[in-house]
């Protein structure tokens, strides 16, 4: 595929497209790739919804049981994402000023900092859910479900975590269009399992709520497992020695000074989610249901703006890093003329 060639220059030097292409082209042949992929992300959540609506019983409980572990996956999906966010931007900034050691330090880095954040969320997965989902209603088959749910997606969240990173190792690179191969592939794969796992088909066992959660993270194991393989295959520039995985004060600054911002973001509508479920769960059940499938409804719109923001991410830094002003300019006006377009769109 072309992503994952390279030009050369008249030393045989290879040379990163992200620092010779049209900054206009480069934004647009990595932009789409990357909103396709975001909007993917939001896929996930709705697809259950969808499905587990339609069980034969107790379906209206299922849907506000998952609105209700809603905020939970938020959370691990913004401290995914804004992990990745820094990697990829200081990964991009290092290959502009041909430090392949700190680039290489970075992606250690990320890994070892999602494997802290996945130990997280596997000791909530164990010990928190029951608790925290007996914090927004008192109903007790829908704290059932909620945790049922909540436990299988919190162990098993090293799908979601490290397709965190590995998504943003190949954007970091120009690669963007193997990263959505890979969200696509989980996505996919979800959607097939839902109705197999949920409603019983094909000989599986009727699992219900327990299916649309297993369905979920299969599906996210499969987009890890893609975007890997596709790593180890073509991002070149990057080392995948075990040495870079030491961690490092420095590096682990540089990379939550630039992602810890997204990881904000992106929390503070989970907080406010969980705050909603709460007050809206004091009044009526039915209430909490409808503001879940309306905000990740919502999330399409929000999640695309994520893309076109990733988009922009490696190229700035890239350009920054070759200390090229004029192509950190254009980026950066491009970006404004997109973000103003999809404003008035």
Do not use: W
């Not at 992300?41 to 299922?62: L, P, R």
């Not at 990745?84 to 200081?90: E, I, K, R, S």
């Not at 923001?309 to 190229?315: E, F, K, N």
């Amino acid at each position: 595929m072309s992503q994952g060639k390279e030009k050369t220059n008249s030393s045989n030097q290879p040379t990163n497209k992200m620092g010779t292409a049209p900054v206009n082209k480069i934004m647009l042949s990595m932009g789409i790739p990357m909103i396709i992929s975001m909007v993917l992300q939001a896929v996930y959540n709705i697809v259950d919804s969808a499905f587990v609506s339609n069980m034969k019983t107790d379906g209206e409980t299922a849907l506000n049981a998952l609105t209700l572990a809603f905020p939970v996956q938020m959370l691990m999906v913004s401290f995914a994402i804004g992990t990745g966010v820094g990697v990829n931007a200081l990964i991009s900034r290092s290959l502009g000023e041909k430090n392949t050691e700190t680039a290489n330090r970075t992606a250690g880095n990320g890994f070892f900092l999602c494997t802290v954040i996945y130990a997280v969320f596997l000791v909530f997965g164990i010990l928190g859910t029951d608790f925290y989902s007996s914090t927004q209603t008192e109903n007790p088959v829908i704290i059932d479900m909620t945790s049922s749910y909540l436990k299988i997606c919190c162990t098993m969240s090293f799908g979601v975590i490290f397709f965190g990173l590995y998504e943003k190792l190949l954007q970091s690179t120009g690669k963007s269009l193997f990263s959505t191969i890979a969200q696509i592939s989980g996505a996919l794969t979800n959607m097939i399992l839902d109705p197999v796992m949920i409603y019983g088909l094909l000989g599986c066992p009727e699992m219900g709520v327990k299916g649309a959660a297993y369905a979920t993270v299969i599906g996210q194991i499969v987009s890890l497992v893609v975007a890997m393989l596709l790593h180890v295959m073509c991002n070149k520039e990057i080392s995948n020695s075990a040495k870079y995985i030491k961690p490092s004060a420095k590096i682990i600054g540089g990379i939550y000074s630039i992602g810890l911002p997204a990881i904000i973001a992106q929390a503070l509508m989970s907080f406010m989610t969980y705050g909603l479920n709460i007050i809206l769960g004091k009044i009526d059940e039915n209430a909490v249901t409808a503001y879940g499938l309306y905000y990740k409804i919502q999330q399409f719109i929000l999640f695309a703006a994520f893309g076109l923001r990733d988009a922009i991410t490696p190229i700035v830094s890239f350009n920054y890093g070759m200390k090229n002003r004029q192509r950190v300019k254009d980026g950066l006006n491009h970006y404004r003329l997109k973000a103003v377009g999809s404003k008035c769109g």
